[in-house]
């Protein structure tokens, strides 16, 4: 079908939550993407860091592929292999305890949620403004953006949201918190690494309180900074982790993983989804979280990383560089949402805008040099041609 005849589908049939770009891809591989017309594009965002292993790899086709033959669905009445397998994996290579499975970043964060309430009943929720947590209603509640609020109040009670600061965490959590929430980079909000000094007090904090310390790493996990989660560039070792986007390396499905403390709170009969944990997805994930754990890869997304911060902080319309690893953003003395569509249209540059002068750069932890060195050329071209915004 044409772009216009999908657009026509849109207005007539599709609820219009989301604000499409027009274009309509049809292929990709590895860090390019192709539309309809033929044209080629760099991806630098991989569908919000989740097809960070690039767009098709062949072992996750491979996994896909072998498994959607022999078994899709049987839901969690029952054993399935790569179920059990993944959650072993995603436990030993991080906190040690146990997983549970989900479809989404929305979902698990609504997984730790659930867990932190029943191990402290009726305990509140504090979470860190600044924050991005998913859309649900639990999720939502730990969201504190009046845009993304206001039109959905009254929103689920027991849920406080301070500044990311030592001092407002110390003083938020009590013998009645449930858990503190909160992502280590905060990546819709512009990527923004909290600081070493607030990881501690809020691990301080959940330690003397008896609280548990819940790590968001949905979109800075799985590789994406430069090691395979980004707590373990911290001192701060959280008592969960909930993570989602690349973990199917590119199918959906989110996991809450925990410390061995916190394993066993949630019982029969407490949580769970039809689809959560099957066997297809599964097989993704274990086929992602493998090709993402290698040593050499994580190496990669460190050198490509600095790379692709060096070239941007080189570009003179570019005033600071964020982030860290391959999940970067730049402050631009014009408008992002304006540079973002001429990248797109014009040099054929996939990226995103967090704000007025935020672009958001997420490309795949297999981009390669001459890729990053590209993707910066077309960049300079959209930013040289846009005009400044006074004031910046
Ligand atoms: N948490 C973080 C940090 C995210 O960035 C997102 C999505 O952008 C979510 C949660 C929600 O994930 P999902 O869209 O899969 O529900």
């Known amino acids: 079908m044409s772009l216009a005849e999908l657009q026509e589908l849109e207005r007539k049939a599709v609820v219009p939550s989301y604000a499409r770009f027009p274009v309509q891809f049809v292929r990709g591989e590895g860090t390019r993407l192709w539309d309809a017309e033929g044209n080629e594009y760099l991806d630098f965002l991989c569908g919000i860091s989740v097809t960070s292993l690039g767009h098709c790899h062949p072992r996750v086709v491979e996994a896909v592929r072998e498994q959607v033959g022999r078994l899709v669905h049987v839901g969690n009445l029952y054993y399935t292999e790569p179920a059990m397998r993944l959650s072993e994996r995603l436990a030993d ?112 904090a959940c330690d003397e309180h008896g609280a548990m310390l819940v790590f968001d790493e949905v979109q800075c996990g799985m590789g994406r900074t430069g090691t395979l989660w980004a707590y373990e560039q911290t001192g701060v070792k959280p008592d969960a982790i909930t993570a989602a986007k690349a ?63 060096d070239g941007l902080g080189a570009l003179p319309q570019v005033l600071a560089v964020r982030g860290r690893g391959l999940m970067l953003a730049c402050e631009v003395e014009v408008s992002a949402s304006d540079a973002v569509r001429r990248a797109l249209l014009e040099e054929r540059l996939v990226l995103n805008a967090t704000g007025p002068s935020t672009i958001r750069l997420l490309p795949p932890l297999t981009v390669s040099a001459g890729e990053v060195d590209e993707a910066l050329a077309r960049l300079e071209r959209v930013l040289a041609a846009s005009p400044a915004v006074r004031g910046r």
Do not use: M
């Open 247 to 309: 973990l199917g390396g590119g199918l959906p499905i989110g996991a809450l993983v925990t410390s061995p403390t916190y394993g066993d709170v949630l019982q029969p009969g407490d949580h769970g989804s039809t689809f959560a944990g099957g066997p297809v997805v599964a097989r993704a994930a274990l086929a992602a979280l493998e090709l993402t754990e290698a040593p050499a890869l994580l190496e990669t997304v460190r050198e490509r990383g600095a790379q692709l911060a």
């Open 93 to 204: 290579s991080s906190l040690g305890g146990k997983a549970y499975l989900c479809n989404s970043g929305a979902e698990a964060n609504e997984a730790a949620i659930k867990l932190a309430r029943k191990a402290r009943p009726r305990g509140e929720i504090v979470s860190l403004l600044g924050a991005f947590h998913g859309r649900t209603y639990g999720a939502l509640s730990a969201t504190p953006q009046e845009s993304k609020q206001a039109p959905f109040a009254p929103l689920v009670p027991g849920f406080r949201a301070v500044p990311p600061e030592p001092a407002a965490i110390r003083a938020a959590v009590g013998e009645r918190t449930a858990a503190v929430i909160l992502e280590p980079i905060q990546g819709e909000t512009g990527v923004h690494a909290l600081g070493e000094e607030l990881l501690v007090a809020a691990r301080s």
